[in-house]
């Protein structure tokens, strides 16, 4: 609106310095009022609500007046596609800062039979932070993207492979989905490691053995539809799995205690969102295995 503006007010001025008049440029522009008008005018027609009337033998006139259809026919189109991009581009989710790696008996959910307790899981954290916004169907996929060494002639290769996560009963699944997603809700997205994890980084990530690789990866993908809008939303995360300290923490994320009494918002635990449950005799993070 400011360029329309300013482009309005440039026209203005050529089209009364153009104007046929006896009148000098100067007296022209003393006439606050019309020259306020004729730029109002040509504003309108910047928009495409309105269109200027040159002078019949005015060249000048008529270039200005063809410059402001021109404009008032792009605009519309050109701040529909703004509006459209800004749409498309809802990002509502929040993740949590890092992940973190804790072992299996630390999850939201009672350990399968057969499952180690002592083999570490990945969780990675989000919430819709949208209050005006409600989304639904949202689904969860993990895939690992990792370098090697081709073993045809030695030129470096990037795989990729779809990882398992679990699902709200422990169950290894290829996806996790959520019917719906409360606002500010935090989920969680479990991947399990399926070896125990002592320190970072991760030298195995189910049964792929990550020693030999190269600008290993971790890609936590969303996916979800949104009411009303009926639009699709998508989002993804991606986890380094050579620079721990940014991506990665040894420890049980510290969980938010939901309380259906009160807003989201003041539920006991935002504080420390991004923090990780501590041991209380000294004050250090819980270890992650035992």
């Given at each position: ?206 049964g792929k053995d990550l020693t030999a690789s190269e600008d290993a990866k971790l890609m936590v993908r969303l996916t979800a539809r949104t009411v009303g809008l009926g639009s699709e ?58």
């Open positions: 609106m400011a360029g329309l503006s300013g482009l309005a007010a440039a026209i203005a001025v050529l089209w009364t310095l153009s104007e046929t008049s006896s009148l000098s440029a100067r007296d022209r522009f003393r006439d606050g009022e019309k020259l306020l008008n004729l730029a109002l005018e040509a504003l309108r027609a910047c928009v495409g609500t309105d269109n200027l009337s040159p002078d019949d033998d005015s060249l000048a006139q008529s270039l200005l007046a063809t410059l402001a259809s021109v404009t008032g026919a792009l605009a519309p189109a050109v701040l529909l596609g703004i509006v459209l991009i800004k749409l498309f581009a809802l990002r509502p989710f929040v993740w949590r800062r890092r992940a973190s790696v804790s072992p299996a008996s630390t999850g939201d959910f009672p350990l399968p039979e057969g499952a180690r307790g002592d083999h570490a899981v990945i969780a990675v954290r989000f919430y819709n932070h949208f209050d005006n916004l409600s989304v639904v169907d949202l689904r969860a996929r993990v895939h690992l993207r990792y370098l090697e060494t081709s073993p045809y002639d030695g030129s470096r290769v990037i795989y990729k492979k779809w990882l398992e996560v679990l699902d709200e009963k422990g169950q290894r699944a290829e996806e996790r989905s959520w019917l719906a997603v409360e606002r500010g809700a935090p989920f969680t997205v479990w991947i399990p490691v399926d070896a125990p994890v002592g320190e970072l980084p991760l030298r195995s990530l189910q939303v998508a989002d993804e995360r991606w986890f380094d799995l050579d620079v721990v300290e940014d991506h990665f923490e040894l420890g049980r994320f510290v969980p938010l205690k939901a309380d259906p009494e009160r807003d989201v918002w003041r539920w006991d635990g935002w504080e420390q969102f991004d923090g990780l449950v501590v041991d209380d005799a000294d004050g250090t993070p819980a270890p992650p295995a035992t």
